[in-house]
């Protein structure tokens, strides 16, 4: 049986591994003093959703660094009824046409911004431009050239951009990174990464490429390919991939149902990979020379379960978005480096847009991702 009851501890999670062997490449937490409560940062949630309504409101009831401060909404009435349950102040609430006004705000520190794809680069470049740090949610963008100029402004504002990728602060996703990075098992052979739900409604947005740039692959196979990533510890050099055949073309009309792709790393490791619309999976599995692991569900927000081929694997469940914004926080307040910052978000959009050109082609994509190479993490 594996006990990884704290994944960054460095501790042996395996019997036989030494300490250094599986400590090493582990994400380490930034230690601080637990700051006053009045001095938590603030953050405004741009996009009340119902990502922000399920899951970032009520995680910000439960962070240590930081605290709801501000909403942003088109929709005066759900503002106010959300400044009501929040107990926000009247001043704290803007709209998306006075949002540039927040400038002035020193309540607010961070913005997150939880609206649909094809507006991230809008309210990004705005909130950098206010003079506000910035955590946008995936995918970065629609298209490489608004993650450059997402980035751009954040540097010449001086702030900090994060990419609101959860999993790399969950402690069942951080034992895929240990796991695989250090070999513990062997080396690996093959991942399987699979992410699917059926989506419900055809009026969503999801559904509309002019505000999701595209179908299941921008909204959830970015965490197969983010898993594979993070779990190889080394980054793709090709990809192969095809649609779908659709099972619903009215639904489906103007973005892929489904799609399943490979991807081609370093020492000939293979990732195979699918998403969907009109199915339910949710697996992460890396087979090796001498067995596997695997989480299974891996990409949800709770409710986790880990397996290896020498146990299960055992852990206590976070709250990944608390832990993924408290950390921003820490980041903030100690001048350091996000480990998922927006260079992490333009890598992904890349590995994304030339999974779309080989199914568009049919033939083998290369990719060129050296300039990632250095990233805190994978």
Request: with cysteine; glycine share 8%.
């Amino acid at each position: 049986m594996i006990n990884t009851a704290s994944p960054l501890s460095g501790e042996n999670m395996i019997a036989g591994a030494s300490t250094d062997e599986v400590s090493e490449k582990l994400p380490q937490p930034q230690i601080q003093n637990l700051p006053a409560a009045e001095k938590k940062m603030g953050i405004a949630l741009v996009g009340l959703g119902r990502y922000s309504q399920k899951h970032l409101g009520p995680a910000l009831t439960e962070t240590v660094y930081c605290r709801l401060a501000g909403l942003v909404s088109g929709d005066a009435e759900k503002c106010d009824k959300w400044g009501v349950e929040y107990n926000l102040k009247e001043k704290n609430l803007y709209s998306y046409k006075n949002f540039d006004t927040i400038r002035s705000n020193r309540d607010i520190d961070i913005v997150y911004v939880a609206v649909p794809n094809a507006l991230h680069a809008e309210f990004v470049i705005r909130a950098a431009r206010a003079g506000k740090h910035v955590i946008c949610e995936k995918p970065m963008a629609t298209n490489l050239e608004d993650c450059h100029r997402m980035i751009d402004a954040c540097r010449e504002a001086g702030v900090k951009l994060s990419m609101g990728y959860r999993l790399h602060f969950d402690p069942f996703n951080q034992e895929m990174m240990r796991l695989g990075q250090n070999r513990v098992l062997g080396s690996i052979n093959r991942i399987i990464a699979k992410n699917s739900f059926e989506v419900g409604d055809k009026n969503q947005w999801r559904l509309k490429p002019e505000l999701s740039g595209g179908g299941p692959l921008m909204d959830i196979g970015i965490y197969c390919v983010q898993g594979a990533l993070y779990t190889v510890g080394e980054l793709p050099v090709a990809v192969r991939a095809r649609f779908l055949s659709k099972t619903n073309p009215d639904k489906f009309r103007d973005v892929e149902e489904g799609i399943e792709w490979q991807m081609e790393f370093p020492e000939g490791i293979i990732a195979t990979c699918d998403t969907s619309y009109s199915k339910n999976e949710n697996l992460l599995r890396a087979e090796t020379v001498s067995g596997w692991f695997e989480l299974n569900p891996a990409f949800e927000y709770y409710g986790l379960k880990g397996q290896t081929s020498e146990g299960p694997v055992t852990l206590t469940s976070v709250n990944q978005q608390a832990a993924q914004m408290d950390d921003f926080a820490l980041c903030i307040q100690n001048n350091g480096e996000t480990r998922v910052p927006g260079e992490m978000g333009l890598r992904d959009l890349q590995i994304l847009l030339a999974i779309y050109e080989s199914a568009r082609t049919q033939k083998r994509v290369e990719l060129q991702l050296q300039e990632f190479q250095n990233l805190i993490e994978i």
